[in-house]
């Protein structure tokens, strides 16, 4: 059954590994983040499936299509290539199946079928995340997040698809008071923000445990951030923002 997802003819092979590496790159409209990374594939994975899918569109199939160069040492490595495309791609399809995020879009344009009784109903999601906030070096972040169940390890809660992070980065805090000479006006006071929509940036992760660069020329600042459990396939049922985190970038 698991080879019926992927075609065995060549020209049929062409068009899976062409349109499945846009459909895993392209960027999920309800939660706006990659379909790679909702469907819980990690950046490698998704990248090595790009980097295969180009070796084979730029060399391997362009050989094999021009009669000049269609040998039969070129009509053997097609063969292998597609063997060992299943070989890496039919686990990946395996974990696609079982996610919770999988749907009827996902599984058009994997040619894979949801496994059944995966697919569980899910209700709201009532708490905030425990989170932990280490800054790395050189202007990374770590991330840590667990649930009031689990004291010591990192861990998800069961009925979210990852964490929903909004940030925002400002100058470290400073003496703002008025200094004691006439004509010189105080220096004017940023708030850091009060609420998650006071935050311009945001980023999923679906994992309890990441990092998150925001590059060196954000070291030496502040990084204030909400957070919260979210669900991808029903947003509705996302947890509660929780409240403001901050950490100095080093």
Not at 73 to 84: A, D, N, T, Y
Not at 143 to 151: K, V, Y
Not at 181 to 187: D, F, M, R, S
């Amino acid at each position: 059954m698991a080879r019926t997802r992927i075609p065995d003819t060549i020209s049929g092979f062409n068009k899976y590994i062409n349109s499945t590496d846009k459909y895993q790159l392209a960027i999920d409209s309800s939660s706006l983040i990659p379909n790679w990374q909702r469907l819980s594939l990690t950046a490698a994975e998704s990248g090595n499936w790009s980097a295969k899918r180009a070796y084979w569109r730029d060399i391997l199939y362009k050989k094999y299509s021009d009669k000049n160069t269609s040998t039969s040492v070129i009509k053997k490595g097609v063969k292998k290539f597609m063997k060992e495309f299943r070989a890496f791609a039919n686990p990946l399809l395996n974990r696609m199946t079982a996610s919770a995020a999988a749907t009827s879009a996902d599984e058009a344009a994997f040619n894979f079928v949801i496994t059944p009784g995966k697919s569980t109903r899910r209700g709201k999601i009532d708490d905030v995340p425990f989170i932990k906030l280490t800054a790395m070096g050189g202007g990374e972040m770590k991330f840590g997040a667990r649930t009031s169940e689990d004291i010591s390890r990192a861990s998800r809660h069961s009925l979210a698809d990852g964490l929903e992070i909004r940030w925002m980065i400002m100058i470290a805090p400073q003496n703002h008071e008025s200094p004691n000479v006439p004509g010189i006006p105080a220096a004017k006071v940023v708030l850091p923000p009060s609420t998650a929509d006071e935050c311009p940036n945001n980023a999923i992760s679906t994992k309890a445990i990441f990092r998150k660069a925001f590059g060196q020329i954000n070291q030496n600042k502040m990084l204030y951030c909400f957070i919260r459990w979210v669900n991808l396939v029903k947003p509705e049922n996302n947890g509660p923002w929780s409240n403001r985190f901050e950490s100095g970038i080093l």
